[in-house]
């Protein structure tokens, strides 16, 4: 069929009509602060990236020793030698050679570094607490004391004798919040301050899962117990007025050093890693994500609780190693050995022997159990801006944008 001149440039301009409001469509359900990262939708290049300052002013933190900026320490948990070989200024309050995916993530809001809850002194913190609190405590468990005595678990690792649980969180939390952040407010005054901020839970059961590699512990037992204290954080933080929740999933922990050193060889799958560990992690992640989904039926619009996919996260970064730019995703940085894993459990990070590779950057482990500071940063990003959380983080800021304050 012949198409005349004139009825060409009619189509042109249709065509280029249409491509116009797509994109202004486009722009208009993504936040306006949101422009110039980059992403691929067939031939069309299209600049996305998010600012986002200005829609949080603080963050409340839970979880382990993946996202404690120093409680642990200040609670004399640790073992003295974590640290001892390190920048101790700031490494020896965290459990990597650096920065973790909660600092990663206050940066991105433009928020203070969170203080941890054993730092705050009650008389000075409303003065200055413009800081959000982090309750994390590096080697948190789901398990009793009763339990640990009971059962023999054996070795501690990095931390001394029977490690706090995960209800000293919530004991903590409650006490800020009673004694700090809504003292002298009515009971609407204080959930109306908590529900203006980010609450960040960090993974939970990762130190558990590879304390009891090798007994006799149920795995499904131990994913039941901690997703119980999963939702009680939640519960407890949701009666004070919390409304904007990320909650993150366990990362492969069967391919961490300490788990393929202490599994049999044919326990293990073509990577390596341990079966048994990862299932019972991806066990984990569906009932929590299950979990998740049963509380948005509960309240509705009024909260809103993503999933950061932390398995997908680090599958992804460990499929294209080159592509995240690093060169070992298996040996730790900080360790003994040598060999492809580079881990000792009786000799671990900081004590007399163990040295650290010349370039962390380069690795994934840091000491056979924790992750550097460049692999926590490749993780925020997959979880802040690339669709790893779910509902997405933009959403959480979108939520945010349009609530009352």
Known sequence: MMISHHSFHVFSFLLFVSFSFSYAHLRSIVPKEIHSRSFNSNSLNINIKANLSGYFSKVFAFGDSYTDTGNARLLGVLKSYVGGNLNSKLLGDRSSNGRMVVDFLCDSLNVPTLQPYKAISYNTFAIKGNSGVNFAIGGATSLSGDFFVNHKIGHTLMWKGIPFGFQTQIEWFNNFVTKIACKGKFEEECKAEVGKHLIWIGQIGVDDFVRVIGSSVSMRWLTDITINHISKILTTVLDSGGKFFVVQGLPPVGCFPLAKLLTPQSEKDEMGCSLVINRAVMAHNKLLQ???????????????????????????????????RFSDGSQACCGVGGGLLNFNLHNLCGMAGTTVCRNPADHVQWDGLHLTEAMHKEI?????????????????ISRRRNWRT
């Open 290 to 324: 299950k979990t998740l989904e049963d509380y948005r039926i509960k309240h509705g619009a009024e909260i809103t609780i993503s999933y950061a996919d932390y398995f997908n996260a680090y599958k992804t970064i460990m499929g294209n190693l080159a592509g995240f």
């Open 380 to 396: 925020t990003q997959l979880f802040l801006h690339e669709g790893f959380c779910k509902p997405s983080f933009y959403d959480i």
